[in-house]
């Protein structure tokens, strides 16, 4: 059963006879209707009418549509109007860019502007490392899409998807401090898309690659990380592994398994389930079965492109060829990163004792998280209304934020498993059980703990890059 939702909170204007009686029974109808009453606010009041204003958060927008015609059904009551608290949060735009320095006067104006910025532009000009000093590429990141693969919502293309990558920035800036801005191009071709990042790159401190359907996430991200001299990072693939890694060290924790011990079940071979498989290896995970639209993947199999064959070659070392529900068997670790409703709750059942189980496609789970949790030990999703929740938002900020105070002019393998390890870290030993493995995302400690375990990695990176370089040749 769907539950009401913030996500679709309403506002009803409404009219009604000016008795207490009356008033009550538009309380009762909305409620009646299914709907969650949050408050009630006189308008206007008058000898024989009274305008309310009723807020309440409902499943979807049709439910929406049957609370307002319950309301018209009663007697001497009208609906004014319906306002949806969504869209009027969107109005707009959620984002704006502010001056950080007082613009008052000639004497400032001189400075921030002509003829005082000429000085700044030369010094750049002469060492254009000084950008990342003196300008906001500092601290400011590009969210790059094509709209292409955009939630659950698909090719909607660049301008549908601009209130996500609001949104993305706004958290950007909320979390970690970090200066974010939407940049969505009304392209698909990736040469196209790679050369308009290149580009804009001067500006940035930092792209984040978002909503770009695979396969060609993949070769965006590669080449871009290849030809800037700036971090890359594609959150649909890096930002979900960090934080399902992390949930993962802590609940195998809770059942007191090893990483290198469990066989996990990964479902879903797209962007997300690539990467989440390459961070676990890297953590540690040796034996790992993933599962296509047509079943195992397998050694000597060809599965249409270099990224399902790797992981074909690099998985699955006992050669499993059947499908999912047959690979559920004997699994400790079920992931999934695929679609909803794909398994029951009896295909959990036959998993290991202490079983996790990661169903995270949204907005529907692989699994009934309920179903799931009567024989799994340890149940997350990517929702919010149950416990457990795999959000990006626990891994994005802190990163660009330790990445952009070291100045890190990219990401690497090891940057992505120290952060996992560090939101692991925020929940402690006396914290955690099986509805709590991973902090919650207004948790401030994350973001924070993610920069320094980031900002320690890279700088260390850096030094070692600068030894190297300081070595002598020998001809």
Known sequence: MVLPSPSYTITLRVEAPASQRATSNVVSAVA????????????????????????????????????????????????????????????????????????????????????GVARVCLAIAENPADARRLTIKRNTVAVVTDGTAVLGLGDIGPAAALPVMEGKAALFKEFAGVDAWPVCLDTKDTEEIISIVKALAPVYGGVNLEDISAPRCFEIERRLREELDIPVFHDDQHGTAIVVLAALINALKVVEKKMEDVRIVVSGVGAAGNAIIRLLMAQGARHIVA????GALHRGATNGDEYRNWISEHTNEEGFTGTLKEGMAGADVFIGVSAGNILTGEDVARMNDGAIVFALANPTPEVDPIEAGQTAAVVATGRSDYPNQIN??????????????AGA???????????????????????????????????????????????????????????????????
């Open 32 to 115: 009646e209707a299914g709907a969650a009453v949050m408050g009630v606010d006189i308008v206007h009041s008058a000898t024989k009418k009274v305008v309310v204003d009723v807020t309440c958060d409902t499943v979807d927008a049709e439910h929406g549509d049957q609370v307002v015609a319950a309301l018209n059904a009663l007697e001497g009551v009208k609906v004014l109007k319906m306002s949806d608290s969504t869209f009027l949060m969107h109005l707009g735009g959620k984002i704006e860019v502010r001056t950080k320095v007082p613009l008052k006067t000639r004497r400032d104006l001189s400075r921030a502007y002509t003829p």
């Open 409 to 475: 002019s990219h990401i690497s393998d090891e940057m992505l498993r120290v952060a996992a390890v560090a939101i692991a870290g925020v929940v402690s030993d006396e914290e955690l059980n099986s509805a709590f493995i991973i902090p919650g995302v207004f948790d401030t400690r994350v973001a924070e703990a993610v920069a320094e375990a980031v900002r320690a990695e890279a700088e260390r990176h850096l030094a070692e890059q600068a030894d190297t370089a300081e070595e002598p040749v020998t001809v």
């Open 392 to 405: 990006n938002v626990l891994a994005f900020p802190g990163l660009f934020r330790g990445l952009l105070d």
């Open 291 to 294: 599962f296509g639209r047509a």
